[in-house]
Antibody, heavy 118, light 109 residues
């Protein structure tokens, strides 16, 4: 069925790196822009990164720019988020989400928890 | 950056009530606004996009309105399944990035 499944979360020390993956199935992944959105414990949603359907354009908010890198492999139907120089404030559930085409998200994964702690 | 402010932060209501949640943008976003429902421990679910277009499969008791800087989500007659958190999101194509409101918790009175 149509779904997104995140993986790769865990506990990591401040300053270290982690790579998240999002496996897509049930739809033509290469036709869609994709996003990462995070939610810190008991907080609201925060957009983290997006990537165009072909991988040629990427955008980030200032909070993660220069530390996080979004990428995709359309041959593997997989989205990635490389997170470097992690900070305590990066602790959150990270969701991948599909862009319907104009910037809203019509399909979400169940999320993967990243905890940054010493 | 465009900021979104939702009100109220918490809303207490009863089954059958009509409720309205407001989302205000720091600058005009035309109708580029979406609403999501999120239950504890679950991913958000798209309810409404382009301010007032109901996503397929979403009950008609949900409706959205507004344009420019002020938007509302209305639930006409609350059902037990509607008690959840609600988030607005802007996707103004003329401003890079995307932002969400801080969320509204809809709880049972």
């Amino acid at each position: 069925q149509v779904q997104l499944v995140e993986s790769g979360g865990g506990v990591v020390q401040p300053g270290r790196s982690l790579r998240l993956s999002c496996a897509a199935s049930g739809f033509t992944f290469s036709n869609y822009g994709m996003h990462w959105v995070r939610q810190a414990p008991d907080k609201g949603l925060e957009w983290v990164a997006d990537i165009w359907y072909d991988g040629n354009n990427k955008h980030y908010p200032d909070s993660v720019k220069g530390r996080f890198i979004i990428s995709r492999d359309n041959s593997k139907n997989t989205l990635y988020l490389q997170m470097n120089s992690l900070r305590a404030e990066d602790t959150a559930v990270y969701y991948c989400a599909r862009d319907r085409g104009t910037g809203y998200f019509d399909l979400w994964g169940r999320g993967t928890l990243v905890t940054v702690s010493s | 950056d465009i900021q979104l402010t939702q009100s109220p932060s918490t809303l207490s209501a009863s089954v059958g009530d009509r409720v309205t949640i407001t989302c205000r943008a720091s600058q005009s976003i035309s109708s580029w606004l979406a609403w999501y429902q999120q239950k504890p421990g679950k991913a958000p679910k798209l309810l409404i996009y382009k301010a007032s277009t109901l996503e397929t499969g979403v009950p008609s008791r949900f409706s959205g309105s507004g344009s420019g800087t002020e938007f509302t989500l209305t639930i006409s007659s609350l059902q037990p399944d509607d008690f959840a958190n609600y988030h607005c999101q802007q996707y103004n194509s003329y401003s890079p990035g995307y932002s969400f409101g801080q969320g509204t918790k809809l709880e049972i009175k």
